[in-house]
């Protein structure tokens, strides 16, 4: 989380044009103690490269690369010009955040940014509010889940699971994440096992904000069956928690769970990079519909994907009328739509990251070998003598589910596949309780079978999965699609379909 203190936030802001917004941010980082006199002249600079304008009415002026030695402290500056700035080609922008960042400090802080501004709804709110504290609370991304040390217990003499949920419930609760009435019904209700040792807890009353627990024992211990290293309990306001439960599907999160410390812990679920998590690793990956192309590149920029070669890339892909995707592979992340410059940078990629594009259309091997070109070339800027450690690749996409996804889906596609799509009428969607009466219902079958979230877009993903399941952020009236193959197919999308229709325990 990148530091900003409310002085740093100015609400009701006045300028006539962009410079003299430009003018204002670049001043007060220079008062602030951020950049030396003369970061002015930067940050005028690279708009004459490339517009900072990213998208709902946000832009983010800075300084180039040559000016990167005025910086003293990584820091921003936030106006709220709630008339609008016009920035550039028609766009207006309603908040404007200077920025000052030495070295790749400032790839984590635009991610950061571009994670909480990349929602329209909290961008427009952000465009008139004028209570600082809950702009800055609203900007910085603390309302999503509440991740502290008070929150996490290491090392707890105890051997009993229930003793860890109520360690739990009761730091959230000291936190005010809950009330008296999630208490009790989170120690009422039996923990489910998520798999390496760990075990998840929540409940659908008394949520008050986002919020996670952790606690683990001395020493693993077995409860009926199964080890027990460590217990997470959710708090779940609204979906904005959905973020920290998809980073608790990689396994380099998982492992620090079960041996960090306390602020490896904090940094590992707030997506902070980690040596072992910018490893290329296996990840659920969308599915490519028939006669797409799919395009896998190496990022050789010396400083990653910042504002500018990000605007290249995206101003490369608008060219062309396919339906194109992008994911950064390396930091496993969910595919976005590559013509939306605020998702492509909050994507964090940093030199040698791995980016898959999918595109679909009339152009999309077109669109597919131009991306690949641009990128080999920089992106409008140098790039690394080092030749990738992987080849850039292109192919046409099969219908299918590549090898490197979960095993369970990988025969989603095959001929004698068998498809349906339910509709979830939980009042409160699939969290963990639902969602375990979904796996458990899927595993009955001897059948492969991957589920997707078509309200979200989302990747298909094994149905044999709880966190896969609970990361899809699934809300009531979401249309889940599953995808069946094998002995049991027309058996399991029966089963599936009958239990969601039943309320799935609920």
Not at 346 to 370: I, K, M, S
Not at 415 to 434: C, M, Q, T, W
Not at 464 to 479: D, E, N, T
Request: glycine share 8%; charged share 15%; hydrophobic share 45%.
């Amino acid at each position: 989380m990148f530091n900003l203190p409310e002085t740093n936030i100015h609400l009701s802001a006045q300028a006539s044009n962009k410079q003299q917004a430009i003018e204002l941010a670049a001043q007060a980082l220079e008062q602030a103690g951020y950049v030396e006199s003369g970061y002015l002249q930067g940050m005028l600079a690279r708009e004459t490269q490339t517009s900072t304008y990213l998208g709902n009415g946000i832009a983010i002026p800075h300084g180039t690369l040559d000016t990167r030695s005025m910086v003293k402290n990584t820091g921003v500056q936030v106006f709220q010009f709630p008339q609008g700035i016009e920035w550039s080609e028609g766009n207006t922008a309603y908040i404007v955040i200077g920025i000052a960042a030495r070295s790749d400090e400032h790839l984590a802080l635009l991610r950061q940014l571009t994670h909480v501004l990349g929602d329209e709804e909290t961008a427009a709110k952000l465009a008139t509010l004028q209570d600082v504290k809950q702009f800055r609370t609203i900007l910085t991304g603390e309302q999503e889940v509440t991740l502290t040390p008070e929150t996490i217990s290491l090392n707890v003499d105890s051997q009993s699971l229930l003793t860890l949920v109520a360690i739990n419930a009761g730091k959230l609760q000291e936190q005010s994440a809950v009330n008296n009435h999630f208490v009790s019904e989170v120690i009422a209700s039996p923990a489910l096992p998520l798999g390496n040792g760990l075990w998840l807890t929540d409940a659908v009353a008394g949520n008050e904000k986002n919020a996670l627990a952790f606690s683990r024992p001395k020493a693993p211990f077995n409860n009926n069956g199964k080890t027990v290293q460590g217990v997470l309990t959710v708090a779940a306001l609204n979906d904005q928690i959905n973020p920290v439960l998809l980073r608790l599907l990689d396994n380099p999160v998982q492992q620090t769970l079960l041996t960090g410390s306390a602020e490896q812990i904090i940094a590992a679920l707030n997506g902070n990079p980690q040596p072992t998590t910018d490893a290329p690793a296996a990840t659920a990956v969308q599915a490519p519909a028939a006669g797409s192309v799919t395009g896998t590149f190496t990022v050789r920029n010396e400083h990653g994907l910042h504002a500018r070669p990000a605007a290249v890339l995206v101003n490369e892909v608008k060219k062309f009328n396919a339906k194109i995707t992008v994911e950064n592979l390396s930091r496993q992340t969910a595919a976005v739509s590559a013509k939306s410059l605020m998702k492509i940078v909050a994507l964090g990629v940093t030199q040698g990251h791995r980016l898959r594009f999918v595109a679909e259309g009339e152009d999309a091997r077109q669109a597919v070998e131009a991306i690949g070109k641009v990128i080999a070339e920089g992106l409008g800027e140098a790039v690394s003598a080092v030749p990738p450690q992987q080849p850039d690749t292109i192919e046409a996409a099969e219908p299918s589910i590549p090898q490197t996804a979960a095993a369970e889906t990988a025969e989603e596609a095959a001929s004698d596949s068998v498809e349906g799509v339910f509709v979830i009428k939980n009042e409160h969607g699939l969290h963990a309780r639902p969602a375990a009466m979904l796996v458990n219902e899927v595993k009955k079958y001897n059948a492969s079978v991957a589920v997707q979230n078509l309200d979200r877009e989302g990747p298909l993903v094994s149905a044999k999965s709880l966190m896969k399941i609970v990361a899809l952020g699934v809300v009531k009236g979401h249309r889940l699609r599953f995808v069946a193959s094998g002995e049991q197919a027309q058996q399991a999308i029966d089963g599936i379909g009958a239990a969601i229709n039943a309320g799935l325990g609920e």
